[in-house]
């Protein structure tokens, strides 16, 4: 299974936060890197895969594309949400992979080729649609996304874990690759993730806490 560094971005600084609750995320100025600084954070942690989110671009006050390109040439693969609002606002880069989350993508997901779906999913729904992510999940296997990701915002940075029936299900409604970010908390957690058939795990919070080993990170791989 595939372990993902996750970066959120704003004001040009890696920014740590809660349960989706933007406006009290502060500077990540603890845990693995010295520095909040995204290329120093990068160089300092030395992750494989990486997956940043621009939350500047998201809200549509601002834009990390030349960072993002600098963070992305130090990594593996750069899995990259910067608020894409239509199939020609991709962001073209070495080893950058485009994620088209449902909260900025549009009302027609269908009209996406390649890249990764992100399911935005706050209170058990998929934003804004306000529908259920099994839904989302079966209806994508028809679109021409490379994979999804299950991003269960209200979990990010909780270590609340997640709820692995309703993983089983997501995992069983969608026949590609299928990433899972939100609430991951400890080693078993990964290890439940692999179980199910997932692909790729989104972490942050654990790593900095130590509580997954960073040598993983390093890797790529994990389980």
């Known amino acids: 299974m595939e372990l993902v560094l996750a970066m959120d971005l704003r004001h040009n600084m890696v920014v740590h936060g809660k349960s989706g609750q933007r406006e009290t995320y502060k500077p990540l100025d603890w845990g693995c890197s010295p520095t909040a600084d995204p290329v120093g954070f990068v160089k300092a942690i030395r992750p494989q895969s990486i997956y940043i989110a621009d939350l500047d671009r998201i809200e549509g006050t601002g834009s990390h594309d030349t960072i993002i390109?600098?963070?992305?040439?130090?990594?593996?693969?750069c899995y990259v949400d910067r608020g894409c609002r239509a199939p020609d606002d991709m962001l073209?880069?070495?080893?950058?992979?485009n994620i088209i989350g449902t909260e900025t993508g549009g009302d027609d997901l269908s009209q996406y080729t390649g890249g990764l779906l992100s399911l935005d999913i706050k209170d058990g729904c998929?934003?804004?649609?306000?529908?259920?992510?099994?839904?989302?999940?079966?209806?994508?296997?028809?679109?021409?996304?490379?994979?999804?990701?299950?991003?269960?915002?209200?979990?990010?940075g909780t270590e609340t874990g997640f709820n692995r029936e309703m993983l089983k299900k997501m995992r069983a409604a969608y026949h590609r690759k299928l990433f899972y970010g939100g609430g991951v908390a400890t080693v078993a957690d990964l290890q439940a993730l692999s179980d199910a058939g997932i692909d790729g795990a989104i972490i942050a919070t654990a790593l900095h806490h130590g509580a997954v080993p960073r040598a993983w990170i390093r890797r790529g791989s994990c389980c």
């Open 92 to 97: 073209e880069g070495y080893h950058i992979v």
């Open 126 to 156: 998929v934003i804004p649609f306000n529908c259920d992510p099994e839904e989302v999940l079966r209806q994508a296997n028809g679109w021409k996304f490379d994979g999804c990701i299950i991003l269960n915002i209200g979990a990010v």
């Open 69 to 77: 390109r600098q963070c992305a040439s130090h990594a593996g693969r």
